[in-house]
């Protein structure tokens, strides 16, 4: 089994360390925090009565400050690398979740949900993400495949937060989440190490045949025969398959908010139904997002993963309409099982992609303007939900415009076709300043010629 997965090699190469270290972050992370946000908002409004506004709100500034913060994260990831961002991120998360324990108020929720949300972003996927993707190539579907799963187990550890809530009180479980994420966070930040060649290894742990044909050729490169090095942040910006691909990612994060932001307390609203009956959807999604990042790192290094996501598109549209017209079991099942697969799918494959189009070199900061392209999905996601809830009355209309636009991600990876890198000094900024050297010297030469 293991050889079949990481490798023919007797001894196991030490980027899966990387990959399993990564996995238990977003585990946490995503589930003591994430995917526990329902199970609190709960609580927060049975204790002080608050509108489904004031939830959309405190998600919504979280999405806005997780995307202006992207560019900024990316470039540190880059300069400082993922061990000392973790550390920061995880440091932060847990001063975040205990000062959470000690709201009193709308505008203190929000702060304070702020600043642990701050922590998720500098300590969770990006910086995570980076690392893997510097330690893989041919393999590198199946890393990030592997290292996204923690957001899946994640979703078993909010039904222990939720346990915990009911068992000590929403501020208690607070301040013990936090005191676990300061411990497990920074023990397992001593595994990331920067590069490959900081151990004396090579990617992927050393030369390796193609997994389609069994000869040398990169996945990378043939994926994306335009490539003949690492395109730079800036050069990657300018291409249409940097937009095509962030707008794809951030499209189907709508349907991802509005879940994350009002799926339980939508639940908890039908008829016959309560917040508690949230933790079967969760389960039943949790066995199909695995499913579904297992089949897309089984497969993302061995087919091409623009047909693929696709279909992961589709199953968000198909998947968040049926939250939408729920009204019993049946559609809350077909909306864990098709979002389930999709969510699971959708970001390896698109992280794979993102990596073999544009290269390892600058990834921590073309990954930080993604996020601040995706950032108005999620934001959208999560605030409209609750807007439109408090206007209407139901969750049903919102969620069916927002599946719709989740459904438009289908178009942008259309859209996303291999970019091809521009000749090595041919940006407009390097051709001026030779122009001016060229001119600068030759006015040198003259008056040194009239002398």
């Not at 942040?233 to 499209?251: K, N, P, Y």
């Not at 079991?329 to 992609?353: C, D, E, K, P, S």
């Amino acid at each position: 089994m293991l050889p079949a997965l990481f490798g023919s090699n007797r001894k196991i190469f030490y980027g899966w360390y990387i990959v399993g270290a990564g996995l238990i972050i977003n585990m946490l992370m995503g589930g003591l925090v994430m995917h526990a946000f329902g199970f609190y908002a709960a609580s927060l409004k049975e204790e002080f009565a608050w509108s489904a506004t004031i939830f959309g709100i405190a998600s919504a500034v979280t999405r806005v400050e997780s995307g202006l913060l992207g560019p900024i994260q990316g470039w540190a990831i880059d300069r400082f690398g993922p061990r000392m961002m973790l550390r920061v991120g995880v440091t932060t998360t847990a001063l975040g979740m205990v000062l959470f324990a000690w709201l009193w108020d709308p505008a203190s929720f929000i702060g304070f949900y702020i600043l642990l949300s701050v922590g998720t972003s500098i300590g969770g996927f990006m910086t995570v993400s980076v690392a893997v993707v510097t330690w893989f190539e041919r393999k590198r579907s199946r890393a990030i495949g592997f290292m996204s799963m923690g957001f899946t187990f994640g979703a078993l550890i909010s039904i222990v937060a939720s346990v915990l809530i009911g068992a000590l009180g929403w501020r208690e479980a607070s301040v013990v989440t936090g005191i676990f994420l300061l411990v497990a966070g920074w023990g397992l930040s001593f595994l990331f190490v920067r590069h490959p060649a900081d151990k004396g290894l090579e990617v992927d742990g050393g030369h390796e045949g193609s997994l389609m044909d069994g000869g040398g050729t990169s996945a990378a490169l043939a994926s994306n025969p335009h490539r003949h090095r690492d395109f730079t942040a800036r050069e990657a910006l300018r291409t249409r398959a940097f937009w095509g691909l962030a707008l794809a990612h951030g499209a189907p994060l709508m349907v991802v908010g509005m879940w994350l932001g009002h799926g339980v307390l939508h639940i908890a609203e039908l008829p016959g139904f309560s917040a508690a009956d949230g933790r079967i959807v969760v389960t039943v999604m949790v066995v199909t997002q695995l499913i579904g990042q297992l089949l897309s790192a089984w497969i993302g290094d061995r087919y091409p993963k623009r047909p693929l996501l696709i279909a992961c598109m589709a199953g968000h549209l198909a998947g968040g309409i049926s939250l939408a017209l729920a009204e019993g079991w049946l559609l809350l099942l077909a909306f864990a099982v098709l979002n389930g697969i999709a969510w699971g799918g959708r970001g390896t494959l698109i992280t794979a992609l993102r990596a073999e189009y544009f290269g390892a070199s600058q990834f921590g900061r073309i990954m930080g303007w993604t996020s601040l392209v995706m950032m108005p999905f999620m934001t959208i996601g999560m605030l409209g939900s609750g807007i439109m809830r408090d206007i209407f009355g139901t969750y049903d209309l919102p969620f069916v415009v927002f599946s719709i636009g989740a459904g438009t991600g289908i178009l942008w990876v259309l859209l996303a076709a291999p970019p091809r890198l521009p000749a090595t000094g041919s940006s407009p900024s390097r051709s001026l300043r030779h122009i001016l050297t060229e001119r600068f010297n030759a006015l040198r030469a003259r008056r040194l010629d009239s002398r």
